[in-house]
């Protein structure tokens, strides 16, 4: 079945909108604080490193390694989600793993900023003026990171099949559009989609084991095959590839690997 990732303009809003969906199609609905929550143990950690690395001003490799460890542990996280079908996700990042999967529908929900501050005034009890700030300093924040994670601003409308405005309708008509659009023909699983989201699965489950003992690596899909990209003088390249093999055997999984090493 489709998966359906709902990026969020506003929190509340999104939340609503993924909910609706969810219960229409009878889709599970996860959100991004849940998926960090349950990995606590890896992404706590993961962005702590980055953020200290980047307001450390530290060393160029430091900050590279702290920032590739968050980006394959929520990569890894977010994958497994999409990996089970009949998911509605609703946050932020999870746009960004699924670009060449069409089997995903991509949405972005947006609200007028009025409705954002009069619900922010509700929910903190402050002015409009504060509240107003407030959503604005979130907001930079949000793009902000998306830079410095993904080279990309997460408001870039090329990132969505679908971006809704709900200044002009209500949560229930943004879930119905959501709802009849995933079941357009274009939306459903093929064998290629499908095989391409094993592959995504599979590269995030080999970069996060690998990295505790190779910092600099990188797995991606090219060509249906994993591609593992080293960065540095590192040579137990027979120790790594009995470490893959089990995995692969493992999961029962037979997939063509190339190992790319590049030097400092």
């Not at 960004?96 to 922010?120: G, P, Y």
């Not at 190779?214 to 390249?237: A, H, Q, R, S």
């Amino acid at each position: 079945m489709p998966i359906i990732t709902i990026s969020r303009g506003s929190y509340s809003h999104g939340k609503k909108v993924a909910e609706s969906v969810a219960g229409k199609l009878g889709y599970e609905c996860v959100s991004r604080e849940a998926i960090l929550e349950s990995s606590h143990q890896f992404i706590t950690p993961a962005m702590e490193s980055f953020k200290a690395a980047h307001n450390s001003h530290s060393s160029t490799d430091t900050y590279a390694y702290a920032k590739e460890k968050y980006r394959a542990y929520v990569r890894k996280m977010l994958i497994e989600c999409f990996h089970k079908d009949n998911v509605v996700y609703h946050g932020f990042e999870g746009q960004f793993f699924v670009q060449e999967i069409s089997h995903v529908l991509k949405v972005r929900v947006i609200a007028d900023m009025d409705i954002r501050v009069a619900e922010e005034m509700s929910r903190k009890g402050i002015t409009a003026l504060q509240a107003r700030k407030s959503l604005e300093k979130d907001d930079a924040a949000h793009h902000r990171w998306s830079h410095y994670i993904y080279g990309r601003d997460n408001a870039d409308p090329s990132l969505y099949d679908m971006v809704i405005p709900l200044h002009a309708m209500d949560v229930d008509d943004a879930a119905e559009i959501i709802c009849r659009a995933v079941k357009r023909p274009c939306f459903q699983p093929t064998s290629t989609s499908q095989n391409a989201m094993r592959m995504l699965w599979l590269a995030a489950r080999v970069q996060v084991s690998l990295m505790e003992d190779i910092p600099f690596v990188k797995v991606d899909v090219e060509n249906k095959e994993l591609v593992i990209t080293i960065k540095g003088n590192w040579t137990d390249g027979k120790k790594m590839m009995t470490r893959i093999s089990q995995m692969m055997n493992e999961e029962k999984e037979s997939v063509g690997i190339k190992v790319r090493l590049i030097g400092h």
